[in-house]
């Protein structure tokens, strides 16, 4: 029976004379789970097949490259060649057990390549103007090559119809090689493929004239576009309404929205400080402009939200890229009317972004759910043999380690000091921006309800209690504490500590001095300066919230400009006055670095930022009195919270 509050969003629907279960898609989002060949591994089935299993009514699987100089990350999946054939069939096979309908996203990334991803070869372009974000010289593409890669084009898409594909998606979005031809922004030619707007759709159109000359009618084709570029000079959503007539009249029978290109990546992936769904009013506006199936992606985190956009008409599907990522169940779920259970997206890019950039991980995560792309390896198993297992701490990683450990059948009971569960995820929440954070607490808490864990709040656990308890093991998830340097002046009880501020424990006047600009005292700051406070900032190193993610902190930033924070950095205080600091101004002239000794002060009070170290004392109290005990999270290493998370949750599935 179809849960009626979800009606539309789990109501079937055709695309082309494909029909599509529900109106649950997973976009074409990058991975890096393939080989430097472009082969299909294990660890890309798996991740698939879950969210199959999830309930997803179209799977668009990543960027496909369709010719091995257009890959964007080193492992990219490719069907450049016959021979990936037999592994896509065999993949694809594997989905359709599920229900779920598959397409393959075509691909070419253009000069949004890196040489190094491509074979050292260079990156190729419409025009020979660099990336911003890549900084690499393409080469201009002529007129021969131009076509042979529109044949590249439709020879992929004949092998992914041979392989057993529902349908065929190009990707035109994002700023890859076909929307840098589309688009002014990019394309500066004067021939056939570029000089004004029909010139510009020649490229895609002639990739669709191919594509159906290699696959005929019966095989849908979606077109992935950004419905607005976000830079100068780029695509606005008055000319995509246009273009994706032209691409209706060509044959294509749905378009998929997004935003953004490289050098605007914020709104490819978007973090916290955009609004959830915030680009359904591109899918509104071409929804109005065409008449196929639009579908749209852009933080729809929620189901609530998923459902309006469906049944107000401004989409025809919800493209749930991240949240895939967070909740590879999530339609099983909307289904069955557990949506409580629904581990959130929180807009952080940590796992999403970061990792797929970070040279010494190049593969995506989640910090909600650290079973992305481990989805075969760390199965939550049931245990043989119960324990009952004491959680000291109920931050990030007490509450991941609780109810996973729990799932598995242990008896777990989480001792927390203070009244609320969270720790500092839950002071991370208070600012600006930040509130999706609490959405985790929320899940944590909600999983751990459903597997019995108990809690025992206001209560600090001490050694004398594991002789009372009598655990098998004991996991210590008592994070971390303040960081107080050894500096002149520094143990001043006038001093406020950034966390007690956040957590309303005391109260500051309207001139305030917060002293370390790492992300915790520019969070503070931008919690301050909202409410009207007059705030500066001072920083040893060179720039402020440096260890924040970098799309987080562009919009950090820009806040603390618009309310007038004063930031000063390379500025290392030496003495702690009553109402300010004496500091050391370092400066760099002409390759010369002079230092000088100043004095700011005149502040109604001083905050202090200066970071955090782990803590946990308990250990070399109770490690001889417990047969087992683990340290997780920070108070074993200080870390992002995607860290903390992710090694409780492995500590979880081994005890």
């Not at 490259?65 to 069939?89: E, K």
Request: charged content about 20%.
């Amino acid at each position: 029976m179809i849960n009626m509050t979800y009606r539309n969003l789990l109501s079937s629907f055709k695309i082309a004379g494909m029909e599509v279960k529900n109106r649950f898609v997973v976009p074409a989002l990058a991975t890096n789970y393939g080989d430097a060949n472009g082969n299909i591994t294990k660890k890309v089935m798996d991740y698939y097949i879950a969210r199959a299993k999830g309930g997803y009514g179209l799977i668009v699987i990543e960027i496909v490259a369709v010719d091995p100089r257009g890959r964007a990350i080193p492992n990219q999946l490719g069907i450049w060649d016959d021979s990936f054939i037999p592994q896509w069939t065999e993949f694809i096979k594997a989905l359709h057990k599920y229900g779920a309908k598959v397409a393959i996203q075509l691909h070419h990334a253009g000069r949004q390549c890196a040489k190094e991803n491509i074979g050292g070869q260079t990156p190729v372009a419409p025009s020979a103007i660099p990336c911003p974000l890549r900084k690499e010289m393409p080469h201009e593409l002529s007129i021969q090559e131009t076509y042979e890669i529109i044949d590249k084009f439709g020879a992929a898409a004949r092998r992914a119809v041979e392989s057993g594909v529902d349908a065929i998606e190009i990707n035109g979005a994002h700023g890859y090689l076909i929307a840098q031809f589309m688009s002014q922004y990019s394309n500066k030619r004067i021939d056939e493929f570029g000089g004004n707007f029909e010139a510009r759709m020649k490229f895609p159109k002639k990739i669709i004239k191919k594509i159906r000359r290699e696959v005929g009618n019966g095989i849908p084709i979606i077109f992935r576009m950004s419905g607005e570029e976000k830079v100068p000079g780029g695509r606005d959503l008055l000319e995509s309404t246009v273009v994706a007539r032209v691409l209706e009249e060509q044959g294509v029978n749905a378009m998929s929205m997004s935003a953004g290109v490289y050098a605007s990546l914020e709104h490819m992936s978007a973090p916290s400080e955009f609004s959830p769904g915030h680009n359904v009013y591109i899918a509104e506006a071409i929804k109005k402009a065409v008449d196929i199936p639009v579908i749209i992606a852009g933080r729809i985190n929620y189901p609530q939200l998923a459902e309006e956009i469906i049944s107000s008409g401004k989409a025809d599907f919800v493209a749930l890229g991240r949240v895939s990522l967070a909740d590879p169940e999530f339609p099983n779920k909307v289904a069955s009317d557990t949506v409580n259970e629904i581990a959130p997206c929180v807009g952080c890019l940590q796992g999403c972004l970061d990792y797929l950039f970070d040279k010494e991980k190049m593969k995506i995560s989640c910090l909600v759910n650290p079973f992305v792309g481990k989805e075969d390896e760390w199965r939550i198993k049931k245990t043989n043999v119960s324990k009952k297992i004491i959680v000291v701490g109920t931050g990030p990683a007490g509450l991941e380690f609780a109810w996973v450990a729990a799932k598995r059948g242990h008896q777990v009971i989480c001792y927390e000091k203070n009244s609320l569960i969270g720790g500092q995820l839950r002071i991370a929440g208070i600012p600006p921006t930040k509130y999706e954070l609490l959405n985790a607490l929320m899940y944590y808490k909600t999983m751990c309800d459903k597997y019995n864990v108990q809690f025992r709040m206001n209560t600090e656990f001490t050694k004398e209690m594991v002789s009372a308890d009598k655990p098998d093991s004991i996991i210590l998830a008592t994070g971390s504490e303040p960081l107080i340097p050894d500096i002149k002046g520094v143990n001043n009880p006038k001093f406020i500590n950034a966390i007690d501020l956040l957590d309303s424990k005391c109260s500051v006047g309207e001139n305030i001095l917060v002293v370390g600009g790492g992300i915790l005292g520019a969070e503070t700051a931008d919690y301050l300066a909202e409410r009207g406070t007059s705030v500066t900032i001072i920083e040893t190193n060179a720039g402020i919230a440096l260890d924040s993610q970098v799309y987080v902190r562009k919009y950090l930033l820009q806040r603390l400009q618009n309310y007038g924070v004063v930031c000063y950095t390379n500025a290392k205080v030496k003495e702690f006055l009553e109402n300010g600091v004496i500091y050391e101004s370092t400066t760099k002239k002409n390759g010369i670095f002079t230092s000088s000794v100043k004095t700011l002060d005149g502040f109604d009070n001083i905050v202090l930022a200066m970071g955090v170290a782990s803590y946990s004392p308990l250990y070399n109290e109770i490690k001889n009195l417990v047969g087992e005990i683990h340290v997780v999270g920070d108070a074993l290493k200080i870390g992002k919270a995607i860290s903390a998370i992710s090694n409780a949750a492995e500590c979880a599935i081994l005890i």
